[in-house]
C-alpha cells in the first residue's frame, strides 16, 4: 500500500556534496517527494525526534552531530515506501551495511550514516507530525 516515511538526508551528506546523489537514488527508485525542505535541527528537535535514544551514551555525540548544519528533511511517498527505504540505506554502521545501499556505499561511520528514515509505520506517523505538522 501507499505510505509515507520521514526521511532525513543528515547534516554529513550536506557537507559532503551527497544531498543530489542520495535524492536521485530515491526518486530513480520511483519514490515521490511530497514535501522537501533544508533545516537546521535545534536541540528540542532533536530530543524529540530522538526521544528512545536520549538516554543512550551515544547520544550527546549523536546530538550535536545532528544540530551541526543544514539537513535536508523530506516526506517520501509510494508502495511500502518505509521498508523500502529501509533497505536503501543499509544497517545503522556505515562499515557493515551491505554494498549497494546508502550507507554500504557512501558512509564509513556508525554515527555519521548520511540518512535516517522512519522504521515503521507508527514511527513515521509521529516522525512526521513533529517535522511537517502542516501535513
Ligand atoms: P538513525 O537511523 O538516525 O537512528 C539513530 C541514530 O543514532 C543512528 O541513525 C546513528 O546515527 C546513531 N547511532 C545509533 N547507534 C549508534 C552507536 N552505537 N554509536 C553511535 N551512533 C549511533
Known amino acids: 500500500p501507499t505510505e509515507r516515511s520521514l526521511v532525513l538526508i543528515k547534516p554529513d551528506a550536506v557537507r559532503r556534496g551527497l544531498l ?20 537546521t535541527m535545534d536541540g528540542s ?9 536520549v538516554d543512550k551514551a551515544f547520544y550527546p555525540p549523536l546530538k550535536d552531530f545532528m544540530t551541526s548544519g543544514p539537513l535536508a ?22 562499515r557493515k551495511a551491505a554494498a549497494g545501499t546508502i550507507r554500504g556505499d557512501l558512509a564509513l561511520s556508525n554515527r ?15 516522525e512526521l507530525a513533529l517535522w511537517f505538522p502542516k501535513f
Open 112 to 126: 555519521e550514516n548520511l540518512v535516517h528514515a522512519s522504521d515503521s509505520p507508527e514511527s513515521a506517523e509521529r
Open 73 to 94: 528533511a523530506l516526506i517520501l511517498s509510494g508502495d511500502s515506501v518505509i521498508e523500502v527505504v529501509r533497505a536503501m540505506i543499509g544497517a545503522t554502521d556505515g
Open 45 to 53: 528537535l532533536a530530543d524529540a525526534h530522538y526521544a528512545e535514544h
Open 20 to 39: 543530489g546523489e542520495i535524492l536521485s537514488r530515491f526518486e530513480g527508485k520511483g519514490l515521490v517527494i511530497e514535501a522537501l525542505e533544508l533545516r
